[in-house]
Each structure stands twice: as C-alpha cells, then as structure tokens.
C-alpha cells in the first residue's frame, strides 16, 4: 500500500500569504495525484488531479506540482475562504490512499 | 448538475446491518466507476470500496472486506453499500463519490453530503 505523507499537519497563515503544502508517497506514483479541499461540515471538493491540472470552477491561485513520490499544493495568495482541510490522495495504484490531510488556519 | 445523494444511515448496534444508497444523477451514471469513502469523527478519509462502471469489478479495502458489498443498478442511476456484522470503528461519515472514468484509476470529482453511520449499543 502506497503511504501518502503530507506536512506540515497545521498550517497558520493570514489572508494575502502564500500557503505551500507538501505531499510524499512511499514509491512512485507518477502524476496520478489529486488535491482536495474540505470544509467543516462538507465534503471534499476536488482542487487539483494529475498532479498539476485544475479541476473545473476552481480559481487560478490553486495551483500543484511534481511528480514520482513530492508534491506541492499551492495557493498563491489566501482568501477567507480557503482555510479548511486539505488532502491529497494517489489513485494509480490499488488500494487508492489518502494523505492524513493539512489544516490551514487563520493565524 | 452531479447530484449525489446518500442515504441509509443511522445508529445500529454492534453486529448489526445497514444498507447505504446513493442516488445518483445530472450524469450518464453507467458510464463511471464509483466508490464509498468514510471518514471517522475528527479523522481523515478512506476510501474503503469501489466499484467500475459496469459493475463487473469491485474493490474493498482489508477493514472492510468479507462484511460490506458494493453494487449498483445502472438502470436506477443507484450505488448502494451493504454492511454487515458492523463494529464500532465502522463509525463514520460515509460519502459515495464519482470518479472522473470507468475504472477506479481516476480522481472522485463529486461527492454526495454523506450520511452518518454509528455503531453503538
């Protein structure tokens, strides 16, 4: 089973800063990575897939990259809206996994 | 617009069983593989059963496996989740989400709101 590892656990930045998250995967999982968002009381919204390919509806300041086992979500510069819980998840291979997630938070 | 949604749950005492359904449309739902994700209080998510689109191939993760069954009717545009022999640690929010292809080798691009699952006596 691919182990998804992602850092920092929590995340406390301010409206306007730029917020990176990381993502690492026991081996190799190519480009088949995806980026969530979840809110309190939601469910997940997908952000990111393929690694680098936003999802549709989603603003351009979301943006990842990487390949093979690092990846990066970033989000260029933080609205109200973006603090919540993030998750990345590997789908190329079974079973498919997802990261413990990173909250970012109003600091 | 993709809708799911679920229902089903409830409180079920240990050993008990629940049937889940997720009511699909907005889309051509037997073009798309699917699958359950649960996510326990305060937890993250696991994505614990999956089914391809024809329904001919399924997926259950080892903490599930031998008491859940996936399925679906294409013709009803309905997923549903049969659980058995439940245990507290089966607790849980339980989601149903599309994937964006026929297999489970794709990302979920819609999810139901979720329906709660607790196993409690």
């Known amino acids: 089973e691919i182990v998804l590892t992602q850092s920092p656990g929590i995340l406390s930045l301010s409206p306007g800063e730029r917020a990176t998250l990381s993502c690492r995967a026991s081996?190799?999982?190519?480009?088949?990575l995806a980026w969530y968002q979840q809110k309190p009381g939601q469910a997940p919204r997908l952000l990111i897939y393929?690694?680098?390919s936003r999802a549709t509806g989603i603003p351009d300041r979301f943006s990842g990259s990487g390949s093979g086992t690092d990846f990066i979500l970033t989000i260029s510069r933080l609205e109200p809206e973006d603090f919540a819980v993030y998750y990345c998840?590997?789908?190329?291979?079974?079973?498919?996994?997802f990261g413990q997630g990173t909250k970012v938070e109003l600091k | 617009d993709v809708q799911l949604v679920e229902s089903g749950g409830g409180l079920v005492q240990p050993g008990g069983s629940l049937r889940l359904s997720c009511a699909a449309s907005?889309?051509?739902?037997?073009?798309?593989?699917m699958s359950w994700v649960r996510q326990a209080p305060g937890k993250g998510l696991e994505r614990f059963s999956g089914?391809?689109?024809?329904?001919?191939?399924?997926f259950y993760a080892d903490s599930v496996k031998g008491r859940f069954t996936i399925s679906r009717d294409n013709s009803k545009n309905t997923l549903y989740l049969q659980m058995n022999s439940l245990r507290a640690e089966d607790t849980a929010i339980y989601y149903c989400?599309?994937?964006?292809?026929?297999?489970?080798?794709?990302?979920?691009?819609?999810w139901g709101q979720g329906t709660l699952v607790t196993v409690s006596s």
């Open positions: 393929g690694a680098s």
């Open positions: 081996q190799s999982i190519s480009s088949y």
């Open positions: 089914i391809t689109a024809s329904g001919g191939d399924t």
């Open positions: 907005g889309f051509t739902f037997s073009s798309y593989a």
């Open positions: 989400a599309k994937t964006t292809g026929s297999s489970g080798s794709y990302p979920f691009d819609y």
């Open positions: 998840q590997q789908y190329g291979s079974s079973p498919r996994t």
